[in-house]
């Protein structure tokens, strides 16, 4: 099972941006191209669990996550291949760009 997510071609990319403008949800977005599928309590990031939870939400939303049910436990994905093909450049850009400064 898989929960509801948008369809890229509707969501604006000025929403991908936002999503991806937050140092915390970027670290994820980095984690999953580096490590592929993970199970969404996994990520630390010195976040709480409800945070972490928003952060979750506010990617998937965006249309650069999938998360799948499997019991229990929810995993999630980067839709990296749908990006590339809707937003040539994006990720590449954004995940090998300047480190942001702590």
Known sequence: ???HEPELRDVPVTAV???LADDVRLQIVQALAEGGEHACGTFEFG???ATRSHHLKVL???GLTRT???GTSRFVRLRR???DR???G???AVLTGPARPA
């Open 1 to 3: 099972m898989e929960l």
């Open 17 to 19: 941006l936002a999503a």
């Open 47 to 49: 976040v709480s669990k």
């Open 60 to 62: 998937r939303e965006a």
């Open 68 to 70: 799948r049910v499997a």
């Open 81 to 83: 291949e749908e990006l």
């Open 86 to 88: 809707h937003y040539p």
């Open 90 to 92: 994006l990720l590449d």
